[in-house]
């Protein structure tokens, strides 16, 4: 008896699980971002000058699950998250100091090496709208993901560093550093329009893991007044990974 009792309480907890990985779910997602920009007019934002690095940021947001399916393979996941992208870029120069307009001209006669250093944070309100193909039932296991992704830009911010090592016989000090910022953000569209691909893993019991890839479809400018052929180009280009636990939620 005391077997049979236990067999009906694993069972009854199964079909609970089970009834709760088939319907809706809502949860929390946090993890980083790795970002930067790209497009044959990218040098035309402002910040930008020469080659690009990525920009390290995080991102943090809700997320919904709702099977578009019976048996749970199918799954739309939309999610609403704060992220934070951008790019940098840095280099050193120790030559042609009159013909690099970072350079103060009025210092470049006794300039020995000048160091560059921009950081363009780009924070905006995205909304992925991801199918899912999960690998088992419920939406647990494996998973590969594609999607349209829309986001508002809220805040813009560029901080700017310049460095300066002068020669030995300019009678002035070694180094001067000089350090300034930017929250202008009128040189670029506030809507932005883009997709999503992605893979992760996701436990029966709600908790997940994933990476994923967002490519900007919209260029980055305010292009109303200007016509599709001679819109110039840039668009954002991130990578995200992303940790997450889900409740279920509803029927």
Same mark, same amino acid.
């Given at each position: 008896?005391?077997?049979?009792?236990?067999?009906?309480?694993?069972?009854?907890?199964?079909?609970?699980?089970?009834?709760?990985?088939?319907?809706p779910r809502l949860g929390i997602r946090v993890g980083?971002?790795?970002?930067?920009?790209? *497009?044959?007019?990218?040098?035309?934002?402002?910040?930008?000058?020469?080659?690009?690095?990525?920009?390290?940021?995080?991102?943090?947001?809700?997320?919904?699950?709702?099977?578009?399916?019976?048996?749970?393979?199918?799954?739309?996941?939309?999610?609403?998250?704060?992220?934070?992208?951008?790019?940098?870029?840095s280099y050193e120069a120790k030559s042609n100091f009159?013909?690099?307009?970072?350079?103060?001209?009025?210092?470049?006669?006794?300039?020995?090496?000048?160091?560059?250093?921009?950081?363009?944070?780009?924070?905006?309100?995205?909304?992925?709208?991801?199918?899912?193909?999960?690998?088992?039932?419920?939406?647990?296991?494996?998973?590969?993901?594609?999607?349209?992704?829309?986001?508002?830009?809220?805040?813009?911010?560029?901080?700017?560093?310049?460095?300066?090592?002068?020669?030995?016989?300019?009678?002035?000090?070694?180094?001067?550093?000089?350090?300034?910022?930017?929250?202008?953000?009128?040189?670029?569209?506030?809507?932005?329009?883009?997709?999503?691909?992605?893979l992760g893993y996701q436990t029966a019991g709600g908790?997940?893991?994933?990476?994923?890839?967002?490519?900007?479809?919209?260029?980055?400018?305010?292009?109303?007044?200007?016509?599709?052929?001679?819109?110039?180009?840039?668009?954002?280009?991130?990578?995200?990974?992303?940790?997450?636990?889900?409740?279920?939620? *509803?029927?």
């Amino acid at each position: 008896m005391k077997n049979i009792a236990l067999i009906a309480v694993f069972a009854a907890a199964s079909t609970s699980l089970a009834q709760a990985q088939s319907g809706p779910r809502l949860g929390i997602r946090v993890g980083g971002t790795l970002s930067t920009i790209g *497009g044959k007019n990218a040098d035309q934002v402002r910040g930008y000058s020469g080659d690009l690095n990525y920009k390290l940021g995080y991102n943090a947001g809700i997320s919904y699950q709702l099977p578009l399916s019976s048996d749970g393979f199918w799954t739309l996941a939309p999610e609403l998250m704060y992220n934070r992208k951008g790019f940098e870029r840095s280099y050193e120069a120790k030559s042609n100091f009159t013909t690099n307009a970072d350079v103060d001209q009025s210092r470049s006669a006794s300039l020995e090496k000048f160091k560059y250093e921009n950081k363009r944070v780009l924070s905006y309100i995205d909304l992925p709208i991801p199918v899912r193909i999960n690998t088992a039932p419920g939406g647990s296991g494996l998973y590969f993901e594609l999607g349209p992704q829309v986001g508002y830009m809220v805040a813009s911010k560029a901080e700017t560093t310049k460095e300066y090592k002068y020669t030995a016989t300019s009678g002035v000090a070694d180094y001067k550093s000089e350090s300034g910022a930017d929250k202008a953000k009128e040189d670029l569209a506030s809507f932005d329009i883009g997709a999503v691909a992605g893979l992760g893993y996701q436990t029966a019991g709600g908790f997940s893991i994933g990476v994923r890839y967002n490519q900007g479809l919209k260029t980055l400018f305010d292009t109303k007044d200007v016509s599709a052929k001679n819109e110039p180009k840039a668009f954002n280009r991130a990578f995200t990974a992303q940790v997450g636990f889900l409740v279920p939620w *509803g029927k």
